[in-house]
T-cell receptor
């Protein structure tokens, strides 16, 4: 039972344009959401997070939006750069889950010149 | 600051052998996590510790897998006996008792 879903395995975007990565979840107990970026042969690196009391969090070129009623979050990268090419994982944690994170299966982003 | 350190980075061994993966968490972090990444199942949590105590091992696939955390700066994940289907990348992560978790660069395990 996949509680965190990233339905797009890959995404290709032109340099300078916006990248939008999507994530859906099913567990209503999730109240904290994170995005990680992963380069080949490296571990996932924390990028940005959002609490369920907010609907938007911004950090430089990265913005995460949360729609609780739709159980949907998205990561916007503006402007996209070639160095952003990586696999992006959505993750969620919640009350009753302790310190655990549940991860999506990832979206491979390719930013083309 | 040093990040999470995992060793070895690569391990190739024959089926039936014992495999031990090692992890040194970030100093001051009191939670430690072991994950396995495969193409089929993505990134799945195997076990996690708080203050050196195993809290949730529901993700450990079989009795062939065991994990220990003898002190705050060291943990091991052991597979005995190993099987080809155990081939995967194994990640260790640590945190200060709440997200975010910080990951090591993983151990790529190949069982022949």
């Amino acid at each position: 039972d996949q509680q965190v879903k990233q339905n797009s395995p890959s995404l290709s975007v032109q340099e300078g344009r916006i990248s939008i990565l999507n994530c859906d979840y099913t567990n209503s107990m999730f109240d904290y959401f994170l995005w990680y970026k992963k380069y080949p042969a490296e571990g996932p690196t924390f990028l940005i997070s959002i609490s369920s009391i907010k609907d938007k969090n911004e950090d430089g070129r990265f913005t995460v939006f949360l729609n609780k009623s739709a159980k949907h979050l998205s990561l916007h990268i503006v402007p996209s750069q070639p160095g952003d090419s990586a696999v992006y994982f959505c993750a969620a944690s919640g009350t009753g889950g302790g310190n655990k994170l549940t991860f999506g299966t990832g979206t491979q982003l390719k930013v083309e010149l | 600051d040093a990040g999470v350190i995992q060793s070895p980075r690569h391990e190739v061994t024959e089926m039936g052998q014992e495999v031990t993966l090692r992890c040194k968490p970030i100093s001051g972090h009191n939670s430690l996590f072991w994950y396995r990444q495969t193409m089929m199942r993505g990134l799945e949590l195997l076990i996690y510790f708080n203050n050196n105590v195993p809290i949730d091992d529901s993700g450990m696939p079989e009795d062939r897998f065991s994990a220990k955390m003898p002190n705050a700066s060291f943990s091991t994940l052991k597979i005995q006996p190993s099987e080809p289907r155990d081939s995967a990348v194994y990640f260790c992560a640590s945190s200060r008792g709440h997200p975010p978790q910080h990951f090591g660069d993983g151990t790529r395990l190949s069982i022949l």
